[in-house]
């Protein structure tokens, strides 16, 4: 079995503490007043609300030079729609897949140290050959970026924002501690990301007109949909079968 399933010393739970418990319920309810105010007479709401209001976008769309002959051959085919959104989500997705390489990595490595011990059936063959297709995502997305004669090293707002979104799982993968299907459940997450947003990212060029893109991705779209499958039939495997043997052992 896992470690993270075993029944022992978790003192988290409030019945731990009966006493303990009153009091934090009444801290709980007392900070946690959203018309609270703060010194300045504002209540926190309020504060966020402006906050809101007042703040700038996550970056900007890095836009590209204009003297180059892939831009002008580009807008050509985009017969005058505004190439900010595709440069955007392009981005993003390249930074996804770049980002999935590393995840990949991690989850293997995790495998290696600890697949033995625990019992479960993942197949190393399968995991290295869909690291190596999100490696080929990135570099396609990479031609595609420079084929509109824009920067791929850029970060777009869109990558950014994954970015950010990602580093729970990042963090989980990363955790020694963690097992292999808490891990799987991360690429679960990831591979379900990967393919809503390819599919977003599918309608826009079909939307532009951009027929080699869109074929290039709907490919892209197939291989992560066998991604997905396969790491939701891997999780639901190691978690059924650490309950089927939990359950054998308490009986
Ligand atoms: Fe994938």
Redesign the pocket.
């Known amino acids: 079995m896992e470690k993270s399933t075993k029944m022992g010393s978790n003192l988290t739970g409030i019945d731990m503490s009966p006493i303990d418990s009153k009091a934090m319920i009444e801290g709980a309810e007392q900070y946690t007043n959203i018309d609270q105010k703060h010194e300045d007479g504002y209540s926190y709401e309020q504060i966020r609300r402006q906050y809101i209001q007042d703040s700038d976008a996550v970056g900007s769309v890095p836009l590209p030079g204009s003297i180059k002959g892939a831009f002008k051959s580009m807008m050509d085919k985009l017969k005058g729609n505004n190439p900010e959104m595709l440069i955007n989500k392009l981005g993003e997705r390249l930074a996804f897949e770049r980002t999935?390489v590393r995840f990949y990595e991690s989850f293997i490595l995790k495998c290696e140290a600890k697949l033995k011990e625990q019992g479960i059936r993942v197949p190393m063959d399968e995991l290295r050959e869909?690291r190596d297709e999100?490696l080929e995502h990135f570099q396609m997305l990479k031609k595609a970026i420079e084929s509109m004669g824009a920067d791929p090293t850029a970060m777009t707002p869109d990558a950014d924002v994954s970015g950010v979104a990602a580093m729970g799982v990042q963090q989980v993968l990363n955790d020694p501690r963690t097992t292999i299907s808490q891990c799987l459940q991360m690429l679960v997450i990831i591979?379900s990301t990967?393919n809503a947003a390819w599919e977003v990212l599918i309608k826009l060029t079909e939307d532009l007109g951009l027929d080699d893109m869109t074929a290039q991705f709907q490919q892209a779209l197939r291989q992560?949909e066998s991604?997905l499958h396969r790491v939701k039939a891997w999780y639901e495997e190691a978690v059924r079968t650490q309950a089927k043997k939990s359950m054998s052992m308490s009986h």
């Open positions: 999935g869909i999100e591979e990967d992560e991604h």
